[in-house]
């Protein structure tokens, strides 16, 4: 056939790729193959439909096929791009494009490719060989820059030596500067060179650059090179230059950017930043006496400013109290009442504003006799409004009394009046905004806020659970009157958790439409601890759904980000490259990723049947987890938090359980699974090595390289286990007590790792066709029940810990009934973990045949009581859970909650059902739910 | 009193306070790094003191010949930040680049046609509606608003390149043209 007939036949295959027809692939490639069985083009594109059908091994075998002919043409290149970035394999696409450019050096694609394919791998060295060599071949400049840019980007990665770093600028710095070109062509070539200036402190040359005509120019119009050179500067210690510069544009130009005012700052307490060990006091007094005095010039230039910007910019009368505050630090302040003067003043011209309670803040730390004038001087904004400027001054007037308080001033009564005043003051506001459509946020939301802030104190002070309630009711109110108020909503999210009603919560967050990366900054706001309240064991999927819908962002952002820094490349926006790989690395190590992660582990075993297939992929998953640095990326500023200063804020005051979750509890819980899982599993390392199909991912995390995994495994970190909460710390207790005990049982009985292999590859060629590769099956195929020269180790009783684990549970879930139905839930699910914990641990001694061969009767007989016990209780907190949801919302069951005065009863009431039937539905669910795993892990 | 500086990738991480908000849209990741890619220097942040953001804004530079110019594709400024001049200084910088760097004809922009703070601001900093746009967004769905907040108007503004004014229109909110015109 001519090739321009093989071309025809195969253009129906790429269609059927494109529009995702990958069955249809596969049958087009399998009738081309059996004409042109050597054909690269169609292996790899039927290597590629079967990746996207998720039928991995049997594209591995195409896949390694393809690679061992070395090919050379685009088309089969860029096939088998896609292939092996599905399949996570970015070494062998770095190998299969060295190889195609070293058959074709002259080919300028391929080294492009070629360099393209080790950026995605982050392999920084031999990009920069790669770029070097294309530079000298090709004589295009970007490859000099791309080769400087490698560099830099090999000095900044974590894994690079600290040592290592400078040489590393340096060579940088030396192929810059012999370009051929100016460093000023562009903006951002401008700003590599500068970056690497300023890394290795080179002043001078960084000097010539900037004083130019055409650096002056680029720092004026580009924030990002300014940003270099403003570090630049900084690094030098140009305080004084970098002052007067700022203080001309902010003159001349107007420019009202607050890094120029805080330059001007800077500049004018310079003389006081002398090192005091050496400066005689004598030296001092002068230093202080220059400092006086330009203090007094920069109260002149800021007071030009504030007077000509009025209240159109807060700069100038900002910038005052800054210098004030700053004179005051530095003792060089000769006016004891300006502070509060500027603070009035800011009031009077400001506070109609939402931002002038952030913006003062940090003024508000006062003395006494200040503190008094201040709060007085609160204590007299109006708290008639007409307008809303009023209301607003109203607002924060109220928000700086809140946020000034006392310990002795927060008690159950004072904070009683507090909310009943503020709702009522909130009612007052409400015709304010009536006539705003309803796309707008209402002026006098934030007074519910306050008051819901106060609810939630008042709950804290008293426990009663009617607190929330009353706040869940006024929000509930609030948001029909300000129907796009995602503060409100933030605020019902973490009060409906807190009341129990964990669906009301879900209701809410759907509703704020969160999406994209707000995932990963969000979701905690429903997942955190969400296994308290998933009824995944009972089949509703509802929150383990929504654990998987968080997560779709991770795959985003390994699919896409590296070809944007790709594209950056490309593009020559050298200023962009560190931060997209930095912001790559922040997703894909995000600290909620995996504690979402491990949340859905826990609801996922109450649910699918716990098998040895679980239990490999998940050890294999979680032991990379674990091998992580992890990034916090949630978002708890954006919680509305109204509380006094010295009490805990909005956030801290409403976690679940009332602890907060982070990476001590993500590192723990790791240990606690890694450890259960190894033990249960038959993987080994050599095992797992032979297995893995991707690249294995890079180890960041910081720990002691001495340590083995085991050893890492059972380490305690005291820190740590503080996060826990009392429940979630016995249950560790319980799981580490139990790995200790059955640890030698499942060494001994494990198969060996060569037994293991020729199972897998007996599997793979039953699925497949084909044998797995790299893999030799031992002529006598080695199987359970060999025998071993080791006598099996002595059976030892259960320790007090596990035996007792469950009878305690007991109790503590009595003794919590009278606490929240939180800790109820947390109880009972911690439960049915323990007991699932213990199938996982139990599971490779379930045939009796592994029990005879290894001669551990004694062991499965102590496990039998441990079962009998552990199923006695948890099926008693079942039935105690399915009594309570019974009784919840009937006359003797909890007094119907009690809304406030000033809103219709019957929304209260209706709300009041709606809280109690979320309440029903999660304690029956939990309870049913613990009831099937009774009965499915019977025996 | 804002700091104004250039948006960073990681600046996703960050902007709950004003995406939450529904007048402002959550993209995916790729949307905002293909503009990061692209047209760094059109992409700004304000940011207070605390480190809070406070508004950004994404723009690009397009067009062929005398059609060059630089166009605002979001502005946005949270809600507890609004009249603080915030939006004026961003887009003041994103004229001055389009302007000096890219050398533009003008500055352009679609805004909904229900908009009306937005579009009553554009009209003050010098943008004249150019055309109508029929069905260029989605519907917000929070109900009435039809015609008017699916259609947007094309807003323009002449930058130095262009002293004759050729790139506006007096009568440009009759000229009604559909989405795939544009
Ligand atoms: C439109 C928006 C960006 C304005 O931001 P802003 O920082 O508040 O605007 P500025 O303070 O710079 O206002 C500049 C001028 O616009 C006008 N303006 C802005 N908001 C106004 C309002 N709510 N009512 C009346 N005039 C208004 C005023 O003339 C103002 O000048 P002034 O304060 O000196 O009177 C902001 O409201 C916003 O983010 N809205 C949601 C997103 C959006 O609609 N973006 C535009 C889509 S194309």
């Known amino acids: ?939 | 009193m804002s700091v104004l500086r250039p948006f960073k990738a990681s600046d996703m991480f960050k902007f709950n306070n004003i995406n939450l908000d529904i007048w402002t849209e959550t993209y995916g990741i790729g949307f905002y790094l293909s503009y990061l890619s692209r047209w760094p220097d059109l992409c700004c942040v304000q940011e207070a003191p605390t480190g809070r953001m406070m508004g950004y804004v994404l723009g690009k530079a397009e067009g062929s010949n005398a059609e060059w110019h630089g166009h605002v594709t979001a502005l946005t400024v949270a809600p507890e930040y609004r009249r603080l001049s915030l939006a004026r200084r961003m887009m003041a910088l994103l004229e001055m680049v389009s302007d000096e760097i890219y050398k533009g004809f003008f500055v352009d922009l679609f805004v909904r046609c229900t908009n009306t703070v937005a579009i009553d601001m554009y009209e003050g900093l010098g943008y004249s509606v150019y055309r109508r746009v029929r069905e260029y967004y989605g519907s917000l769905g929070i109900g009435k608003g039809g015609r008017d907040e699916e259609d947007a108007f094309d807003m323009r503004k002449p930058l130095s390149r262009d002293p004759n004014r050729r790139s506006v229109r007096p009568n440009g909110r009759e000229m009604i043209v559909s989405a795939h015109d544009v």
């Open chain 1, 1 to 939: 056939m001519s090739t321009a007939a093989l071309d025809r036949q195969i253009r129906p295959i790429y269609d059927a790729l494109d529009t995702g027809s990958n069955k249809s692939a596969i049958v087009a490639c399998n009738k081309l193959l059996k004409k042109h069985p050597k054909n690269e083009l169609v292996k790899a594109l039927k290597a590629l439909a079967l990746v996207r059908s998720q039928k991995v091994e049997e594209s591995l075998v195409l896949c390694d096929e393809v690679l061992e002919e070395k090919p050379t043409s685009d088309a089969v290149l860029t096939a088998m791009m896609h292939v092996l970035r599905g399949l996570g394999r970015h070494n062998d696409m770095v190998t299969m494009f060295e190889e195609a450019y070293k058959q074709q050096p002259t080919n300028e694609e391929l080294g492009v490719q070629t360099f393209f394919a080790n950026v995605r791998a982050n392999h920084w060295k031999s990009a920069q060989q790669i770029a070097t060599r294309m530079h000298k071949q090709f004589q295009e400049d970007r490859y000099l820059y791309w080769s400087v840019i490698s560099s830099v980007l090999q000095a900044k990665d974590a894994s690079t030596p600290k040592t290592m770093r400078t040489i590393l600028y340096k060579l940088a710095h030396r192929m810059i500067t012999s370009s051929p070109t100016p460093p000023y062509l562009n903006a951002d070539r401008f700003h590599l060179h500068l970056s690497i200036l300023s890394e290795l402190e080179l002043f001078d040359e960084a000097r010539k650059l900037l004083d130019s005509e055409v650096g002056r120019n680029i720092c004026a119009t580009s924030l990002s090179c300014n940003e270099v050179r403003r570090e630049l500067w900084k690094r030098q210690g140009l305080v004084r230059e970098e002052g007067e510069r700022a203080e001309k544009l902010i003159k001349e130009k107007g420019d009202r950017n607050w890094l120029e005012f805080l330059a001007v700052l800077d500049a004018t307490f310079d003389c006081l930043v002398i090192s005091p060990t050496d400066v005689a006091p004598t030296t001092l007094e002068d230093a202080k006496k220059e400092c006086a005095t330009r203090v007094q010039e920069t109260r002149v230039l800021f007071t030009r400013v504030a007077e000509e910007d009025g209240s159109k910019d807060r700069s100038g009368l900002l910038a005052l109290l800054e210098l004030e505050k700053r004179a005051r630090d530095h003792g060089v302040s000769e006016e004891p009442t300006r502070l509060v003067d500027l603070m009035e003043r800011y009031f009077n011209e400001i506070g109609d504003k939402v931002c002038c309670f952030e913006d003062l803040k940090p003024y508000t730390l006062l003395g006494s006799d200040e503190h008094c004038r201040w709060i007085a001087f609160l204590e007299r904004v109006p708290s008639m409004f007409s307008s809303i400027d009023g209301l607003r001054r109203f607002i924060n007037a109220y928000k700086f009394l809140r946020h000034s308080l006392t310990s002795s001033e927060i008690t159950a009564d004072t904070e009683s009046a507090r909310v009943a005043l503020y709702a009522k003051k909130y009612m007052e506001a409400l015709p304010l905004g009536s006539d705003l459509p309803t796309t707008e946020l209402q002026p006098a939301d934030d007074l519910v806020l306050l008051a819901g802030n106060t609810f939630i104190s008042l709950w804290k002070l008293t426990e009663d659970d009617n607190n929330l309630f009353k706040a869940a009711s006024l929000l509930e109110f609030a948001l029909t009157k300000s129907k796009q108020s995602f503060l409100v909503r933030l605020m019902l999210i973490r009060v409906y958790r807190l009341l129990g009603a964990p669906s009301l919560a879900l209701e809410h967050y759907r509703a704020m439409h969160v999406k994209q990366v707000q995932h990963d900054t969000l979701s905690h706001l429903i997942l955190s601890r969400a296994s308290t309240f998933s009824l995944a064991a009972m089949g509703d999927l509802t929150l383990a759904t929504e654990c998987l819908e968080s997560t779709q962002i991770y795959l985003s952002n390994s699919q896409e980000t590296g070809d944007f820094v790709v594209r950056a490349f490309t593009g020559e926006k050298y200023s962009q490259i560190p931060q997209f790989i930095l912001f790559e690395d922040r997703l894909e190590n995000s600290l909620q990723r995996d504690t979402v992660k491990v949340e859905h582990l826990r609801m996922r075993l109450t649910h699918e049947p716990i098998t040895s297939d679980i239990i490999d992929m998940e050890l294999i998953e979680l032991k990379f987890i674990f091998d992580r640095t992890h990034h916090d990326n949630r978002d708890f500023d954006i919680l509305p938090s109204y509380q006094p200063r010295i009490s805990p804020n909005l956030n801290e005051l409403t976690l679940l359980l009332g602890r907060p979750e982070g990476h001590g509890w993500l590192s723990t819980f790791l240990q606690v699974y890694i450890r259960a899982f190894q033990q249960s599993s038959d993987l080994d390392d050599t095992v797992e090595e032979k297995l893995l199909i991707g690249d294995r991912p890079k180890q960041t995390a910081d720990y002691d390289r001495h340590l083995s995994l085991r050893e890492r495994l059972c380490e305690q970190n005291e820190e740590y286990l503080k996060t826990l909460t009392s429940d979630e710390l016995a249950f560790v207790h319980y799981a580490r007590a139990l790995a200790d005990w059955l640890e030698p049982y499942h060494d001994y009985t494990r198969p060996p790792p060569a037994a293991v292999l020729a199972e897998a590859a007996k599997q793979t060629e039953l699925k497949t066709g084909h044998p797995l590769k790299g893999i030799d099956i031992p002529p006598n195929g080695a199987s359970h029940g060999q025998k071993k020269d080791e006598e099996p180790p002595a059976v030892r009783d259960p320790p007090e810990l596990v035996v007792k684990h469950f009878e305690k549970l007991k109790m503590r879930f009595e003794e919590v009934q009278s606490k929240s139905p939180v800790d109820v839930l947390h109880v009972a699910t911690l439960a049915q973990e323990a007991y699932l914990l213990f199938i996982i641990e139990s599971l490779r001694f379930k045939p009796a045949s592994v029990v005879k061969v290894n001669k551990l009767g004694g062991l499965v007989s102590s496990f039998k009581c441990i079962r009998t016990g552990a199923i006695s209780v948890l099926k008693e907190i079942s039935s105690e859970l399915i009594k309570r949801a019974d009784f919840e919302g009937t006359s003797e069951g909890p007094k119907c909650f009690i809304g406030l005065e000033e809103l219709d009863p019957d929304f209260v009431l209706g709300l009041s059902k709606k809280v109690i039937d979320a309440r029903k539905k999660v304690f029956e669910g939990v309870g049913k739910g613990l009831g099937r795993i009774t009965a499915t892990y019977a025996s």
